[in-house]
């Protein structure tokens, strides 16, 4: 995924950049960055790999050496931004947060005039950051230039740009990612996070919409293009993306995990013993299905994360299993003989799912029951950098389950998708069995969309129905 922080300030606003762009972390994987205009108004920039180490060890000690009023940060899973950019349109630093599928195509098209090239690569990639960069310099101005963006790209694109003038903003034109306009005295910023704005003294003005782009100042705020295209906001953010204390488009992330662990218990009568979520975000939603089932609450598996806070920072899958299982440590008398039920965000290939099973039972449970509070994931997302390390759709577990009933299949036969019928059942009950749990239930896609509580045509379900 990946996440940005903005801030025009009438004085110095370095920290509240760096600490705007931390609470991001959560979001990113592999590189950041921050980019600040200084008072000549050159821009500066510093760039990290943070797949070893979290955005403030790697960022700290550089700070003082930045200086500025006007600046950015990014937490970025693939690309290595900020990039500063000279082009017609003058110099400015980029940051960008979404995916281009059609690469490749916006590549050849742009070489062919001759005049265009490519330096910044990404693990052997073009730079997706440089490409939309590029794109924008083909306009006559940069609102010019993010509309050929968003017109010529298929996937989304969310960004910044830092100029000496002013920071812009320009949410996807989908609206998938979220960016939130929040002021203080003396300060305006953007954020993807509204996480970000708590302990900085923010407080939020409004959401862009899809496609607007606004204008930030130290003295004010411009909206340069209202918004003009259909919101469709990535569900994840309230599944699984969001921190909790996080609210988009006026929904908070706990409430919502709340609401859905009631939807899951309503839909429920397995006899338990205790209830539990898989740390961190299954924990909201088994405090909704407790609460609402009247079954007790409680933490079975504990995580240790002084050394290593995230499973998902290793570079190679292989390390990410071994540390995500080094931080799980299990509260073996909360399980011993205990039928137990566990909540958590999403099944999608099921790599730490086999673990966790096999830990419980080890530890002496009765049963182990499981709850996902969205439905199967059968389609790779194509509007979010989800999982790019790993986007063979045929590798998640809904997909397995579904081969090994049908025989190969490139595509998903429509009764799959229809909960409660007899293939659905059935490709539920084998993923059961594959990962031996007592039982296993999805959410139901109308109830965790209920539980959202927007329109459901403004929330992009791509990857439980493969549909735009």
């Known amino acids: 995924?990946?996440?940005?922080?903005?801030?025009?300030?009438?004085?110095?606003?370095?920290?509240?950049?760096?600490?705007?762009?931390?609470?991001?972390?959560?979001?990113?994987?592999?590189?950041?960055?921050?980019?600040?205009?200084?008072?000549?108004?050159?821009?500066?920039?510093?760039?990290?790999?943070?797949?070893?180490?979290?955005?403030?060890?790697?960022?700290?000690?550089?700070?003082?050496?930045?200086?500025?009023n006007m600046g950015m940060g990014v937490i970025s899973d693939f690309d290595a931004q900020p990039l500063i950019i000279r082009s017609h349109l003058g110099e400015y630093a980029i940051v960008t947060v979404g995916i281009i599928n059609n690469t490749k195509e916006l590549i050849e098209e742009v070489c062919q005039r001759h005049a265009v090239h490519f330096s910044e690569t990404s693990l052997g990639e073009i730079n997706m950051t440089e490409l939309a960069a590029v794109l924008i310099n083909e306009g006559e101005s940069f609102v010019d230039g993010i509309q050929n963006l968003f017109k010529r790209i298929d996937g989304s694109c969310s960004l910044m740009l830092l100029t000496k003038d002013g920071l812009y903003a320009a949410r996807d034109f989908h609206g998938r990612t979220p960016i939130i306009l929040g002021e203080k005295d003396g300060a305006r910023a953007f954020t993807m996070e509204s996480t970000a704005f708590l302990n900085l003294g923010y407080s939020t003005v409004r959401e862009l919409g899809p496609g607007e782009i606004v204008k930030l100042t130290p003295d004010g705020t411009e909206q340069i293009l209202a918004p003009c295209g259909k919101r469709k906001v990535c569900a994840f953010f309230w599944v699984y993306y969001g921190f909790p204390a996080s609210t988009y488009e006026g929904l908070n992330v706990e409430k919502f995990r709340y609401a859905a662990g009631q939807k899951l218990a309503e839909n429920d009568n397995v006899d338990i013993d205790l209830c539990?979520?898989?740390?961190?975000?299954?924990?909201?939603?088994?405090?909704g299905y407790s609460n609402t089932r009247h079954v007790p609450f409680g933490r079975p598996?504990?995580?240790?994360?002084?050394?290593?806070?995230?499973?998902?920072m290793p570079t190679t899958?292989?390390?990410?299993?071994?540390?995500?299982?080094?931080?799980?440590?299990?509260?073996?008398p909360l399980l011993d003989q205990k039928r137990v039920l566990f909540t958590e965000d999403s099944i999608v290939r099921g790599t730490q799912l086999r673990d966790i099973v096999s830990r419980v039972f080890s530890a002496g449970a009765k049963e182990m029951h499981f709850r996902s509070a969205c439905p199967p994931y059968l389609f790779t997302c194509k509007y979010l950098n989800f999982s790019?390390?790993?986007s063979n759709v045929l590798s998640l577990a809904a997909r397995r389950a579904i081969n090994h009933l049908e025989g190969f299949s490139e595509t998903v036969p429509e009764e799959y998708l229809q909960y409660g019928s007899e293939k659905y059942e059935a490709m539920v009950d084998h993923i059961r069995r594959e990962f031996s749990m007592t039982t296993l239930?999805?959410?139901?896609?109308?109830?965790?969309?209920?539980?959202?509580?927007?329109?459901?045509?403004?929330?992009?379900?791509?990857?439980w129905t493969g549909k735009e």
């Open 1 to 68: 995924m990946g996440g940005f922080f903005g801030v025009a300030s009438k004085s110095e606003c370095k920290l509240d950049v760096f600490f705007g762009t931390d609470y991001h972390s959560h979001l990113g994987t592999r590189r950041a960055g921050m980019a600040f205009v200084a008072k000549d108004g050159s821009l500066s920039r510093i760039i990290h790999d943070i797949s070893n180490a979290p955005f403030r060890s790697r960022f700290e000690e550089k700070l003082e050496s930045f200086s500025g």
């Open 276 to 287: 539990a979520g898989v740390p961190d975000s299954g924990t909201g939603y088994a405090i």
């Open 301 to 312: 598996f504990t995580k240790y994360t002084p050394t290593w806070a995230r499973s998902f």
């Open 317 to 332: 899958q292989s390390v990410r299993e071994v540390i995500a299982r080094m931080k799980i440590l299990v509260v073996k």
């Open 388 to 390: 790019r390390s790993g």
């Open 441 to 463: 239930r999805y959410q139901n896609l109308d109830d965790m969309l209920d539980a959202i509580g927007l329109p459901k045509d403004e929330v992009c379900t791509f990857c």
